[in-house]
């Protein structure tokens, strides 16, 4: 793909969130219909303990995509940074140890993920029958996920030049070769023909393996049309300094993703307590609230682009115009999607599962969710800003007291003093989230003057 059309340091700021976060939020849309699609076929096509078992596994899932996303927007800021520099040869250079330190962790997590999942899930739910089809799915996708991290690098390159279509375009065919391959491989059958013994939730995983892996010859290829593929330099061998710089604009992200796993475990622990259908209720409604998140995760990518070219370039003035007015943007998005998110609780739990204890749970969050979600763009847009200035501790820190600390001590306390409720549970946790995200505003704010010294 050409990047002529796209120039992150002169195009217009809304003209740019338009070009890099609508195909962005799309192609984020597919990837998290994978695990809606995925959901819905474990539950109508094999049982509610299906359902439940995919839905528990969300944070250990959680920690791989963590891990990738964390590695690719150090990468992304560290190339948009270079490009801003007009150091081409350096952004080459960073794009090939990113590749190099993909595989590696990688076979890191596979390692260390087979080992450690079966205390995890137990930890969480001692239920036998839901503990194996967990682990059979998990396994699965450990074996699988060299291919994600290696997606997530190269994309990392394209989209620091302003290109988020072609990881778009892969989600899309992705998205749909998953759903054609789940029926064929949970059931063995193909139009009614038993071709093979059906894999139940083992299918699921092979699909969704499949589906990420066809999609990186594509990006391959998009990558060798771009301007920095000429100074991309194939090796096996570590360049310690580059290692060094992603990995401390990575790891921080990563941890600060990671935080959302951790988090997810807290509550899925505290959502036990009501049974395996406030799990699978609870968990199949995250799946539906992630759609929901997409426009702010598309903002959040064009933040990324934007503010580190910028900031490589030195035009600090634009990269605060560019933090103020995604922030606009997503609060006016957020809030028109959290009416939506209340309205239609009760008839997105039907597609999961005909249990009305489940959609009970499910519907129960999503309601409370729904006040919640116009806080979100404090965090999502603060955090995207600080990792294109290549600040990503700061987003680590407030992840660890959002996503962790915090609840579990609030949701502690309010067990002690009230009783279990579901419900309070769920508002408390409201409450905290526009707290914080109002005096995080307040901070970010402050912080980021103080950072391009204006």
Same mark, same amino acid.
């Given at each position: 793909m050409s990047n002529n059309s796209i120039n992150l340091k002169e195009d217009s700021i809304y003209s740019l969130f338009i070009k890099i976060a609508i195909p962005s939020s799309i192609g984020t849309i597919f990837q998290n219909l994978y695990s809606v699609v995925d959901s819905i076929f474990a539950g109508k096509m094999i049982s509610d303990q299906a359902l439940a078992a995919i839905g528990q596994i969300?944070?250990?899932?959680?920690?791989?995509?963590?891990?990738?996303?964390?590695?690719?927007?150090?990468?992304?800021?560290?190339?948009?940074?270079?490009?801003?520099?007009?150091?081409?040869?350096? @952004?080459?250079?960073?794009?090939?140890q990113s590749f190099l330190l993909s595989i590696l962790v990688a076979l890191l997590v596979t390692f260390i993920g087979i080992y450690f999942s079966p205390s995890l899930i137990m930890f969480m739910n001692k239920d036998l029958i839901t503990l194996d089809l967990s682990l059979r799915y998990l396994n699965i996708i450990f074996f699988g996920s060299i291919f994600i991290f290696i997606l997530m690098s190269i994309n990392s390159s394209l989209s620091a030049q302003g290109d988020t279509?072609?990881?778009?375009?892969?989600?899309?065919? @992705?998205?749909?070769?998953?759903?054609?391959?789940?029926?064929?491989?949970? @059931?063995?059958?193909?139009?009614?023909?038993?071709i093979f013994s059906p894999l139940g939730?083992?299918?699921?995983?092979?699909?969704?393996?499949?589906?990420?892996?066809?999609?990186?010859?594509?990006?391959? $290829?998009?990558?060798?049309?771009?301007?920095?593929y000429k100074y991309v330099k194939i090796t096996i061998i570590p360049n310690i300094k580059i290692i060094k710089n992603i990995l401390s604009q990575g790891i921080p992200a990563s941890i600060g993703m990671m935080m959302i796993a951790v988090? @997810?475990? $807290?509550?899925?622990y505290f959502v036990s307590i009501f049974g395996v259908d406030a799990i699978?209720?609870?968990?199949?409604?995250?799946?539906?609230?992630?759609?929901?998140?997409?426009?702010?995760?598309?903002?959040?990518?064009?933040?990324?682009s934007i503010v580190g070219q910028n900031f490589g370039a030195k035009q600090f003035l634009r990269v605060l115009e560019t933090y103020k007015k995604a922030v606009g943007v997503a609060l006016v998005i957020l809030s028109i999607l959290g009416i939506i998110i209340f309205i239609t609780s009760e008839?997105?739990?039907?597609?999961?599962?005909?249990?009305?204890?489940?959609?009970?749970?499910?519907?129960?969050?999503l309601k409370i969710s729904a006040l919640m979600f116009p806080a979100f763009p404090f965090f999502f847009i603060g955090n995207a800003t600080f990792q294109g200035l290549k600040k990503a501790i700061i987003v680590m820190y407030?992840? $660890?007291?959002?996503?962790?600390?915090?609840?579990?001590?609030?949701?502690?306390?309010?067990?002690y003093q009230f009783g279990e409720s579901y419900m309070l549970m769920f508002y408390s946790i409201a409450f905290m989230h526009w707290a914080i995200g109002l005096s995080y505003y307040y901070f970010c704010s402050k912080k980021f003057r103080s950072i391009l010294n204006l």
């Open positions: 969300f944070p250990i899932y959680f920690i791989i995509i963590a891990l990738g996303v964390g590695l690719s927007i150090g990468t992304t800021a560290l190339i948009a940074n270079s490009i801003g520099e007009n150091n081409l040869n350096n @952004s080459g250079n960073i794009f090939t279509k072609s990881y778009r375009n892969v989600l899309i065919f @992705s998205f749909f070769l998953n759903i054609a391959l789940n029926p064929i491989l949970i @059931s063995g059958k193909f139009f009614n023909y038993q939730i083992d299918g699921i995983a092979y699909a969704t393996i499949i589906s990420q892996f066809v999609g990186i010859f594509y990006l391959f $290829i998009k990558l060798s049309k771009t301007l920095i988090g @997810s475990y $807290i509550l899925i699978a209720g609870y968990t199949a409604a995250g799946r539906y609230e992630q759609l929901f998140f997409l426009p702010l995760l598309g903002l959040s990518t064009a933040t990324v008839i997105a739990m039907s597609l999961f599962t005909e249990n009305e204890e489940v959609k009970k749970f499910g519907s129960n969050y407030m992840a $660890i007291m959002r996503f962790v600390f915090i609840p579990l001590v609030m949701i502690s306390i309010i067990f």
